[in-house]
Antibody
């Protein structure tokens, strides 16, 4: 069975940094493109970043461009999100999701999410 | 970016009756490869999102057949043929035709 487990969330001061991880199991991680999606408290879903299966191609939402970096370690079945210069508006639950090959690239599996709170 | 627009609330529906949720995109979602990358995800209270429909009308594995998707170009609809109590939640359309991917603001399924 496919599992995605996020970790690394917590409380951080404005301007601080945090690194999120997403550990995958139940499938060949290196074959799949991955994304990070976040959800601010009581709000909707916001896509923030994409990475290709090889890790060579990345895309970012304008709201995090230049501050967040997505990466992956296929040898360790892990996805990462390095978040720098954090702001109050980055407070959200962060989900990793897999782009399903048999689902036309749609986000077919999601983790449970990890909460990031940016506050002084 | 492509803007996805959904109503915040569905029309109130009685359990066992049909429901539909609309979604409109600010530009055509037809990709240069000919596919339309419009997805529907469900989020039950306190749960992570779950994929229901991909490429406008394809039901994802394990999704009950009471869920169906339709539409083309800029106008799309998610239909539930007979609403059940477990369908309570928020439904999001999402376009993956163009980076950055964008979600609609979500439609809360309202039960009478």
């Amino acid at each position: 069975e496919v599992y995605l487990v996020e970790s690394g969330g917590g409380l951080v001061h404005p301007g601080g940094s945090l690194r999120l991880s997403c550990t995958a199991s139940g499938f060949t991680f290196s074959d799949y493109e991955m994304n990070w999606v976040r959800q601010a408290p009581g709000k909707g879903l916001e896509w923030i970043s994409y990475i290709s299966a090889s890790g060579r191609t990345t895309f970012y939402a304008d709201s995090v461009m230049g501050r967040f970096t997505i990466s992956r370690d296929n040898a360790k079945d892990s996805l990462f999100l390095q978040m720098n210069s954090l702001r109050a508006e980055d407070t959200a639950v962060y989900y990793c999701s897999r782009e399903g090959v048999s689902a036309g690239g749609a986000p077919d599996y999601w983790g449970q999410g990890t909460l990031v709170t940016v506050s002084s | 970016d492509i803007v996805m627009t959904q109503p915040p609330l569905s029309s109130p529906v009685t359990l066992g009756q049909p429901a539909s949720i609309s979604c409109r995109s600010s530009q055509s979602l037809v990709h240069s490869d000919g596919n339309t990358y419009l997805n529907w995800v469900q989020q039950r209270p306190g749960q992570p999102p779950r994929l229901l429909i991909y490429k406008s009308s394809n039901r994802f594995s394990g999704v009950p057949d009471r869920f169906s998707g339709s539409g083309a170009g800029t106008d799309f609809t998610l239909k539930i043929s007979r609403v059940e109590a477990e369908d309570v939640g928020v439904y999001y359309c999402m376009q993956a035709t163009q980076f950055g991917y964008t979600f609609g603001q979500g439609t809360k399924l309202e039960i009478k």
